[in-house]
């Protein structure tokens, strides 16, 4: 349906994964930042840019419901970031989730604006601290990169392995010791990610994004994510983002 160029085109633009040719944006490497934990950058950053001028495009006529629906898209490209750096996805979901609703509770632009300023930091300090407990070996970093930047194909832990030039036997054993699940947990967790990313901001369906993530049918595809999510592909669209008029028929 998609071809591997088109799927990594897509996939760059709504799971957050750069070229090695794009330049980094200042959102980017925001993004960043507070994934490496470097708290006192990111009070910086949100001192010289704060998160109105760094929203964008308004999203709705109201400008406090432009701004949630920014709010909502950082929150989530935060816990995504953050994932990849460490943090376990429940835990960086459950933060995303916790601030999500408390900046649809909020009523005035400035509240918004301190909510936000509070969800950068509480990751950064984070990932800070998990960042001095926990320190991934080289090999793992890189098949962790391998991994997100390979969502698109039907990725092997023998392919992912070979990528670091490891056995796939010890990589596995390494993989688990260091990540705490086996590698292809890990990278079909990463695949229903980028799916409810894909979700939230786009209008594809579940086949399209099925065969975009390289599963090996929509059922496939609807059974992972209902283990992981609890809820089928539509569910997670419908209940999440249906006011934003991405509502699948």
Known sequence: MFSEDGKVEILEKYVGREN?????SDEIAFYKTVKEGNTEAVKEI???NPFEKMAGAELSDDHLQSLKYHFTITAAMLARFCIEGGMEHKRAYE???KYIRMGDRTRTVSDLVEIQTKMCLDYARKMKDIHKSRIYSKPIVQSIDYIYSHLHCRLTVGEAAKA???NQCYYSK???KEVGCPPQEYILRRKIDAAKNLLLYSSYSSAEIADLLSFSSQSHF???FGKYCGVTPR???NSNFNRLGIEEE
């Open 20 to 24: 090695d040719t794009a330049s980094y």
């Open 46 to 48: 949100l001192k010289q």
């Open 95 to 97: 933060l995303s989730d």
């Open 164 to 166: 670091v030039g490891l």
């Open 174 to 176: 390494l993989f688990k």
């Open 222 to 224: 609807i059974s992972a």
């Open 235 to 237: 569910e997670y669209r």
